[in-house]
């Protein structure tokens, strides 16, 4: 089964709203997550991350809230803008593995951003 | 400057034929890893490769793929007998930083 998942596949809103992601993880190990951002035909791009001992991380713009008591993780992007379409997806990794281990991708979901 | 530099973008080959994939991980990091991505579904993990071994692999990654760092430079992914299914990008990252993990722009690999 999969460790991390994402609950829509595809997110609609009108510029300048707000949006929330959502990501599921069943892995209890894992102590790091990662937020990337993928455009078309590009590479996954990081955008924010948060370690098991914070539950909020504030970026530019974005935050990522973390429930470790039902391994929920959201990213909410502020004002919206076009340049935001793209796909997102959730990662997460034991951190205290000492980075042998690969990172764990969640399925992605499509941020769509209406004029 | 990117700071992980993939070639090629794009490579088509014949199935059964042999692909190495390149990867140049500029600066001095100690974890690489490979990466792939079928279209339109999840990024997986390959490999990670430490200190110039194999420090860990996924299912995915069987007795087809290889994996080498052959002048301390560059960082290569083989694939010695390419199937229809391999047909995918392919994504070299590195460990380290304040982005934790940086990845290329992907090679995509067209088997046909």
């Known amino acids: 089964g999969e460790s991390v998942g994402l609950h829509l596949p595809t997110l609609s809103v009108q510029e300048g709203d707000n949006s929330i992601i959502n990501c599921a993880y069943s892995?209890?190990?894992?102590?790091?997550f990662i937020w990337y951002k993928q455009e078309s035909g590009k590479g996954p791009q990081f955008i924010i991350d948060i370690r098991s001992n914070m539950d909020k991380r504030q970026g530019q713009r974005v935050t990522v809230l973390l429930n470790k008591t039902v391994k929920h993780l959201s990213l909410q992007i502020a004002a919206t803008q076009p340049g935001d379409s793209a796909v997102y997806f959730c990662?997460?990794?034991?951190?205290?593995?000492?980075?042998?281990?690969?990172?764990?991708f969640g399925k992605g979901t499509h941020l769509i951003i209406q004029p | 400057e990117p700071e992980v530099t993939q070639t090629p973008s794009h490579q088509v080959t014949q199935m059964g034929q042999e692909v190495i994939l390149r990867c140049v991980p500029i600066?001095?990091?100690?974890?690489f890893y490979w990466y792939r991505q079928i279209l339109g579904q999840k990024v997986e993990f390959l490999v990670s490769f430490y200190n110039n071994e194999i420090s860990e692999k996924s299912e995915i990654f069987d007795d087809q793929f290889s994996v080498e760092r052959p002048d301390g430079s560059n960082f290569t992914l083989k694939i010695r007998s390419t199937k229809l299914e391999d047909s995918a990008m392919y994504f070299c990252?590195?460990?380290?930083?304040?982005?934790?993990?940086?990845f290329g722009s992907g090679t995509r690999l067209t088997v046909v």
């Open positions: 892995n209890s190990a894992s102590d790091y």
């Open positions: 990252a590195k460990r380290g930083g304040r982005e934790g993990y940086t």
């Open positions: 600066s001095n990091h100690l974890y």
């Open positions: 990662a997460e990794n034991r951190d205290s593995g000492g980075g042998a281990d690969g990172l764990t």
